[in-house]
T-cell receptor, first 111, second 111 residues
């Protein structure tokens, strides 16, 4: 089946940039998403990118898409302790009616 | 708009008991989904629905049933609870196969 993979952990210092990476296998992906999950809460949509785009910037968030390598990244500038959470990469393809999620990257921000 | 609401927030079941997890959305979304999230893992799709009267199995449907008699409601039924069904259950909805909006989750323990 088609997979979405992420590294499980990332630790950064407050004020540094964080980069969370994701790879996917479905070449027909149309939209790719980043969700944030804080402890004990549901998933909150952070941002998304359409597959014909290379980059999208939204305040402190920058999403980069390398469609040739099927690689997606989320950069958080000036990372704050409130950014500590689990970040999920997800994709929707033309072939599916469902969304496929990675296992999530736990971001820890140290003061 | 309340968005996606789920009840109950928490539940403890004995092995073999039955229960229904409720999910309601007020955004007039046609797509609805049920996921389970096991500790330290990503989301696995249980069932989804692309409209009232239509349901389809996801990745892990065994032990569950769903119905979709209205656009707003998408209940998930566990008939014979097993310890392997201990998990956090998330309901989500979307307009077509685009970004999904999640409920706060139901934490279920089967002992």
């Amino acid at each position: 089946g088609e997979d979405v993979e992420q590294s499980l952990f990332l630790s950064v210092r407050e004020g540094d940039s964080s980069v969370i990476n994701c790879t996917y296998t479905d070449s027909s992906s149309t939209y790719l998403y980043w969700y944030k999950q804080e402890p004990g809460a549901g998933l909150q949509l952070l941002t998304y990118i359409f597959s014909n785009m290379d980059m999208k910037q939204d305040q402190r968030l920058t999403v980069l898409l390398n469609k040739k390598d099927k690689h997606l990244s989320l950069r958080i500038a000036d990372t704050q302790t409130g950014d500590s959470a689990i970040y999920f990469c997800a994709e929707v393809s033309r072939n599916n009616n469902d969304m496929r999620f990675g296992a999530g990257t736990r971001l820890t921000v140290k003061p | 708009n309340a968005g996606v609401t789920q009840t109950p927030k928490f539940r403890i079941l004995k092995i073999g008991q039955s229960m229904t997890l409720q999910c309601t959305q007020d955004m007039n979304h046609n797509y609805m989904y049920w996921y389970r999230q096991d500790p330290g893992m990503g989301l696995k799709l249980i069932y989804y629905s692309v409209g009232a009267g239509i349901t389809d199995k996801g990745e892990v449907p065994n032990g569950y049933n769903v119905s979709r008699s209205t656009t707003e409601d998408f209940p998930l039924r566990l008939e014979l609870a097993a310890p392997s069904q201990t998990s956090v259950y998330f309901c989500a909805s979307s307009f077509a196969a685009y970004e999904q909006y999640f409920g706060p989750g139901t934490r279920l323990t089967v002992t």
